[in-house]
């Protein structure tokens, strides 16, 4: 028991290993690329361009999924907190987690998990409407800002992502790889701004994912107004 714990520890040791050596690889290689194109006589400015949009993406995205990442996360909402009190406008959010994802990783494998997680990123991906705004919270976790939105409508929004990740089925790393890979589901918590502090909107969905989980997961739960 004891080593296959220390075997478990080790392997997702690893694995953040690959993922800092990956993100340090695609960072200098932009650096190079825009060193070499500074040394020239006269640098491109189509090239210049190009290489701060990857460097933007780079910031702004994470690196496995694909969607906005944490710290454009935080600058998304306090943007979006500030239009809504400025308008009048309601605006909502959705946290969502992956229900026992350290479970899954320890059965099936960190690429596994990986997979799985592209997986729900891309049915997320699908169901936001233009202007919403989908990020990874960190591991397993995302968030969705929804502008102009009430509590009723991101639940439901919430809820017709719920059972698609649910209905869906995960891709296999492997051919081996015992049942259960195929299926995950996540739960989610809803909440909408009641004061001009933004973290209120994450507190509350946060408290109302916790809820989720509570009664069982697989299951959308929500803070209304006034609650």
């Known amino acids: 028991m004891i080593k296959k714990e220390a075997e478990k520890k080790r392997k997702k040791g690893e694995t953040k290993i690959k993922e800092k050596k990956k993100r340090y690889a695609v960072l200098k290689h932009i650096v190079e690329e825009f060193s070499g194109e500074m040394g020239k006589e006269r ?72 997979i799985a997680i592209k997986s729900v990123t891309s049915i997320i991906q699908k169901r936001i409407r233009e202007g919403d705004f989908a990020a990874r919270y960190g591991g397993e976790e995302f968030v969705i800002v929804l502008p102009n939105s009430t509590v009723k409508q991101a639940k439901e929004i919430a809820e017709r992502i719920r059972k698609e990740v649910m209905n869906a089925a995960i891709k296999p790393c492997r051919n081996d790889l015992p049942p259960g890979y195929e299926k995950v589901t996540i739960s989610l918590g809803v909440a909408s701004l009641q004061k001009e502090d933004g973290r209120n909107i994450m507190y509350d969905a946060d408290k109302a994912l916790y809820e989720a989980k509570r009664q069982g997961r697989n299951r959308v739960c929500a803070v209304y107004p006034g609650e």
């Open 43 to 114: 640098p491109r400015r189509t090239t210049i361009s190009k290489i701060f949009e990857e460097l933007y993406h780079y910031a702004t995205r994470d690196q496995l999924t694909g969607v906005f990442n944490r710290r454009s996360l935080d600058e998304a909402l306090t943007h979006e907190v500030m239009q809504a009190l400025r308008a009048g406008m309601p605006l909502s959010a959705i946290m969502i987690d992956i229900d026992h994802f350290k479970e899954y990783n320890d059965r099936f494998g960190h690429h596994q998990g990986d």
